[in-house]
């Protein structure tokens, strides 16, 4: 088992749609990244969090640090969010490990 | 400010060749990292430099070497190119470390035959 999970691992949705991306983790953790990586390959840092929620125009994080768990909410969706969403946690003891990513398309 | 910048973007090698990937970073930033991407896995960490004139081992260190050549410059280099080499390779850089928000390279696509 993965020590941090995604899901979904693809989404489809429909311009507008509110869309939720979630991250699950199975070790302590001191903060947590989320990523968005676009179709041309560059990646870009949209969150980090340790506690709370963080927002950020339409996008929203959110995480509960007691049940390891942390989603990435997109109000609105637009095609230009289609875009792989990548969740990073930073373990106790310096270790960044990332999720596998989420494929978002979004159709207009 | 250019931010993270990566050289080449592309590279084609044969097994056994050797190069080296450039990342240099004009964000003042203390710390950089090189991972790698590969399909349906997340990114893995190679090596990282905490401050200049360190570097450690991440996740996936064995065939690589790294240079922190000064504090906006770290290098990564291929001494003996594997097919299973064949990856993405990503600059990143921050602040002060790993808790920071991390600016990213464009990138590199490495082939190896």
């Known amino acids: 088992k993965n020590e941090v999970e995604q899901s979904p691992q693809n989404l489809t949705a429909q311009e507008g749609e509110f869309i939720t991306i979630n991250c699950s983790y199975s070790v302590g953790i001191s903060a947590l990244h989320w990523l968005q990586q676009h179709p041309g390959g560059g990646i870009v840092s949209l969150f980090m969090l340790s506690s709370g929620k963080k927002k950020h125009g339409r996008l929203i994080a959110t995480i509960n640090i007691q049940e390891k768990h942390s989603s990435l909410h997109i109000t609105a969706s637009h095609p230009r969010d289609s875009a792989v969403y990548i969740c990073?946690?930073?373990?106790?003891?310096?270790?960044?490990?990332f999720g596998a990513g989420t494929i978002l398309r979004v159709k207009s | 400010n250019a931010g993270v910048t990566q050289t080449p973007k592309f590279q084609v090698l044969k097994t056994g060749q050797s190069m080296t990937l450039q990342c240099a970073q004009d964000m003042n930033h203390n710390s950089m990292y090189w991972y790698r991407q590969d399909p349906g896995m997340g990114l893995r960490l190679i090596y990282y430099s905490a401050s200049e004139g360190t570097t450690d081992k991440g996740e996936v260190p064995n065939g690589y070497n790294v240079s922190r050549l000064n504090k906006r410059e770290f290098s990564l280099r291929l001494e003996s190119a594997a097919p299973s080499q064949t990856s993405v390779y990503f600059c990143?850089?921050?602040?002060?470390?790993?808790?920071?928000?991390?600016?990213f390279g464009p990138g590199t696509r490495l082939l190896v035959l």
């Open positions: 990143a850089s921050t602040w002060l470390g790993k808790e920071e928000t991390q600016y």
């Open positions: 990073a946690v930073l373990e106790y003891g310096n270790k960044l490990v």
